[in-house]
């Protein structure tokens, strides 16, 4: 008995079974296919047998039952996050911010809110996707270091920081690792940024900043560069310090 070469099935054709030729016909005659079918939906007996077909009572419930079922009410949900509705949405936020600030500051929906995110289940998945992204996404990871280095340091200073942390560095995420990425060494590298191999450093550091104008001028992102993390270490708060291999080569 012969089989189907492909899956083993009942042989039908050219070595193969009915599904397996029937699928290798419609790849290599797909055109041929689409092309027929066009001009068989543009007769005008096959157009008007279709909108009487539309009219009558029998297409309606057999569309009903469609879309009383399960997959079908899913799939709706799932084009709520089309484009469409996100700019819809988005729109509806920025026209009703004030609306809606004053609602989440009611005590009963901050209250509501804040028992919903003290969860330890919504903290450990919070937590688990945070995690993920530091490793993983490196603007989420240049973020969130000079946004934690920011704020702790203006901290320690007794500081209020009054403005967003890329407003004070003076530039966004993607074009400060543009101007980070081009003043890598011949070695180094992002992934070595995400292991925390390499450090985001301040040439001038922020130690020696006395006033709150000194602290806005440091954090700019021109004062920025990368440093292995045994050079950041061992430069510490120095405004002097320079590699060794610069020292080398100047001493050679």
């Given at each position: 008995m012969?089989?189907?070469?492909?899956c083993?099935g009942?042989?039908?054709?050219?070595?193969?079974?009915?599904?397996?030729?029937?699928?290798?016909?419609?790849?290599?005659h797909?055109?041929?296919?689409?092309?027929?079918?066009?001009?068989?939906?543009?007769?005008?007996?096959?157009?008007?047998?279709?909108?009487?077909?539309?009219?009558?009572?029998?297409?309606?419930?057999?569309?009903?039952?469609?879309?009383?079922?399960?997959?079908?009410?899913?799939?709706?949900?799932?084009?709520q996050?089309?484009k469409?509705?996100?700019?819809?949405?988005a729109?509806?936020?920025?026209?009703n911010?004030?609306?809606?600030?004053?609602?989440?500051?009611?005590?009963?929906?901050?209250?509501?809110r804040?028992?919903?995110?003290?969860?330890?289940?919504?903290?450990?998945?919070?937590n688990?996707?945070?995690?993920?992204?530091?490793?993983?996404?490196?603007?989420?990871?240049?973020?969130?270091k000079?946004?934690?280095?920011?704020?702790?340091?203006?901290?320690?200073?007794?500081?209020?920081?009054?403005?967003?942390?890329?407003?004070?560095?003076?530039?966004?995420?993607?074009?400060?690792?543009?101007?980070?990425?081009?003043q890598?060494?011949?070695?180094?590298?992002?992934?070595?940024?995400?292991?925390?191999?390499?450090?985001?450093?301040?040439?001038?550091?922020?130690?020696?900043?006395k006033?709150?104008?000194?602290v806005?001028?440091?954090?700019?992102?021109?004062?920025?560069?990368?440093?292995?993390?045994?050079d950041?270490?061992?430069?510490?708060?120095?405004?002097?310090?320079?590699r060794e291999?610069?020292?080398?080569?100047?001493?050679?």
């Amino acid at each position: 008995m012969k089989m189907c070469r492909i899956c083993g099935g009942e042989h039908h054709s050219k070595g193969m079974c009915r599904k397996c030729y029937n699928k290798q016909y419609y790849n290599s005659h797909h055109e041929e296919i689409l092309q027929q079918k066009k001009e068989y939906d543009s007769r005008p007996k096959v157009v008007e047998r279709r909108k009487k077909y539309h009219r009558s009572d029998g297409y309606k419930k057999v569309k009903k039952k469609y879309e009383n079922k399960l997959e079908v009410k899913l799939m709706r949900k799932t084009r709520q996050s089309s484009k469409k509705y996100v700019n819809y949405y988005a729109n509806y936020r920025e026209k009703n911010r004030y609306e809606l600030r004053g609602y989440h500051q009611e005590p009963k929906n901050k209250n509501r809110r804040k028992g919903l995110n003290s969860t330890s289940e919504f903290k450990n998945r919070r937590n688990t996707l945070r995690r993920y992204k530091m490793k993983n996404d490196i603007i989420f990871n240049l973020s969130c270091k000079m946004r934690c280095r920011t704020r702790c340091f203006l901290r320690t200073k007794n500081m209020q920081k009054n403005n967003k942390t890329f407003k004070i560095i003076g530039c966004t995420p993607q074009e400060l690792k543009i101007y980070i990425e081009k003043q890598f060494l011949s070695d180094m590298s992002w992934v070595n940024v995400l292991n925390g191999k390499i450090h985001i450093d301040h040439i001038i550091p922020l130690s020696s900043a006395k006033t709150e104008a000194d602290v806005y001028r440091l954090c700019h992102y021109t004062n920025l560069q990368p440093l292995w993390a045994e050079d950041n270490i061992s430069k510490n708060c120095s405004l002097d310090w320079v590699r060794e291999e610069i020292e080398q080569t100047i001493t050679v």
